[in-house]
C-alpha cells in the first residue's frame, strides 16, 4: 500500500496539529499502523500504533506523556494522530507506517526502533515546533 501522511507544520509551543495517514485498504488489509518520527540527528522512535481491527492503541509513554491520541476510521481507510501540548522536542518528521503483524508489544525490538517489523511507509511530514 501506498501510504500518504500530511497535517504536518509549524506550530507554537503549546499547539495542537493533527496528523492524517491514508492509504488505499489501509486499515482494511493492514493490522496495524503505527506513527513513528524523526528528528535530526537522532534515532528512529514510535511514537503509537493503533489495531485497526478493534482499536487497541498503543503509546510510548516517554514519547506522549499523554499528549497525543491515535484513532482511525475505517471507512476513510485513514489513521489519525492528534498532538496537543507541543513542544519543540517534538519537532521531527513523523512518519506512518503499516504491518501485517501487530502493534503488540508496541516495543523497540533491541531497543532499535528501525526493526520494528512496518513493511510499508508513508513519505513523511514535518513538524515543526517553534515561536
Known amino acids: 500500500v501506498q501510504l500518504q501522511a500530511s497535517g504536518g507544520g509549524l506550530v507554537q509551543p503549546g499547539g495542537s496539529l493533527r496528523l492524517s495517514c491514508t492509504g488505499s485498504?489501509?486499515?482494511?488489509?493492514?493490522?496495524?499502523i503505527g506513527w513513528f518520527r524523526q528528528a535530526p540527528g537522532k534515532e528512529r522512535e514510535g511514537v503509537s500504533c493503533?489495531?485497526?481491527?478493534?482499536?487497541?492503541?498503543?503509546y510510548t509513554d516517554s514519547v506522549v506523556k499523554g499528549r497525543f491520541t491515535i484513532s482511525r476510521d475505517n471507512a476513510k481507510n485513514t489513521v489519525y494522530l492528534q498532538m496537543n501540548s507541543l513542544t519543540p522536542e517534538d519537532t521531527a518528521v513523523y512518519y506512518c507506517?503499516?504491518?501485517?503483524?501487530?502493534?503488540?508489544?508496541?516495543?523497540?525490538?533491541?531497543?532499535?526502533?528501525?526493526?520494528?517489523?512496518?513493511?510499508?511507509w508513508g513519505q513523511g511530514t514535518q513538524v515543526t515546533v517553534s515561536s
Open positions: 507506517a503499516a504491518s501485517v503483524f501487530s502493534c503488540h508489544p508496541w516495543s523497540p525490538l533491541g531497543g532499535d526502533w528501525t526493526r520494528a517489523d512496518f513493511g510499508s
Open positions: 485498504g489501509l486499515t482494511s488489509g493492514y493490522p496495524a
Open positions: 493503533i489495531s485497526s481491527s478493534d482499536g487497541s492503541t498503543y
